[in-house]
């Protein structure tokens, strides 16, 4: 009790000067900060702890000291058993929610040793989904610079929640928070984690060149960066994968780059079809006939992609299709038994048919 007392005092609390219901709080800090951690019963009390001082002392500058402290001893739980690192975790993720000043702190904690856990790299991956702001700081605190560094790390359970919290990241990110990223990351190491021995760093990989590239026109200049090294590792993908979640994000990527402009629709009309007439079957018409219907749809929305009216090249890849008996199977699954794989090969008909059917 007096070393957490102690700690509070030196982050500027002062109890004789505060209401009762700040003293009621900061007791129960006190004991997390000062005391041994009893998971189970205090994981709650640091959110309920965090929460309060949250809503009623946000501006004051002993406040994030706090926070920080209480952080600190949970990340130290991070290298407990399995139900500490399970209580920090929680705990950790919910208080860097609701306190966006704290995530900068969160990063540097220890000189980076904090993200350097697959519990913690866990917490962010969470955090950095939907909250726009953490994003932000991430960037601005050199965070995004040590998860980089851990996508090249010897134990595959690091690389892959490093790649998870870099996917999740640029999920819904804008352009200049793609770029900060993508400079940092660099395109020959995309295309290194795409080939990664690990089947689910692959997939988490191919996950982010997803996230890459949806969204403006710009974006999907990503995939091509380098002479298209990122483009190309994903077609190996596509053609030797034999894992579904693997090919699967594959496939979205894919279909988000022929979303783009004319260069980018020709380039996926390049990988789907072989260079003789004559070669093997399109990985394209393989998936459009998969028995798992995630594929089926993903196959279809590439279809769509590729013959937007609006494209100028539509009427010459429509005829590409068609010649390769493309065009015959999404006639074929305009009566899938799922709504989503019918709903898209109908765009794709309706888009085929306004060029005149034969």
């Not at 790649?163 to 928070?177: E, G, Q, T």
């Amino acid at each position: 009790m007096q070393r957490g007392s102690l700690c509070l005092r030196r982050c500027g609390y002062d109890p004789t000067r505060a209401p009762l219901w700040l003293v009621t709080v900061t007791s129960y800090a006190r004991w997390l900060v000062g005391g041994d951690i009893m998971y189970g019963v205090d994981s709650n009390l640091y959110v309920s702890v965090s929460r309060k001082l949250h809503q009623r002392a946000p501006s004051e500058n002993w406040y994030y000291r706090i926070l920080l402290l209480m952080t600190e001893k949970l990340v130290g739980g991070l290298d407990g058993s399995m139900s500490q690192r399970d209580a920090s975790l929680e705990s950790i993720a919910t208080i860097l929610k609701n306190n966006p000043g704290a995530v900068s702190k969160f990063v540097e904690l220890q000189n980076g040793r904090a993200l350097r856990s697959v519990a913690a790299l866990g917490a962010i991956s969470n955090i950095v989904v939907d909250f726009t702001p953490n994003k932000s700081t991430i960037i601005q605190c050199g965070g995004i610079k040590e998860l980089v560094h851990l996508t090249k790390s010897m134990d595959s359970s690091l690389r892959l929640n490093a790649v998870w919290s870099l996917r999740n990241m640029i999920f819904l990110a804008d352009k200049m928070c793609k770029e900060a990223i993508f400079m940092e990351l660099t395109a020959s190491s995309v295309a290194t984690l795409i080939c990664d021995p690990e089947p689910s760093v692959q997939e988490q990989a191919l996950a982010l060149v997803r996230n890459f590239v949806d969204g403006c026109m710009d974006c999907v200049e990503f995939a091509f960066a380098e002479n298209g090294i990122i483009l190309d590792a994903v077609g190996r993908q596509l053609k030797k994968s034999p894992r579904i979640e693997i090919i699967i994000q594959g496939m979205y990527a894919v279909s988000n780059i022929a979303s783009g402009n004319e260069f980018h629709k020709e380039a996926i009309m390049q990988m789907i079809f072989p260079q003789a007439e004559s070669g093997p079957q399109s990985f394209l018409s393989q998936y459009l006939q998969s028995n798992d219907s995630r594929l089926r749809t993903s196959a279809a929305w590439i279809i769509v992609n590729l013959t937007a009216p609006a494209s100028p090249g539509a009427f010459g890849r429509i005829a590409k299709l068609r010649n390769f008996g493309l065009v015959a199977q999404i006639k074929r699954m305009a009566s899938d038994p799922c709504m989503d794989v019918k709903l898209r090969a109908r765009v794709a008909l309706g888009q085929i048919i306004s060029f005149g059917d034969s």
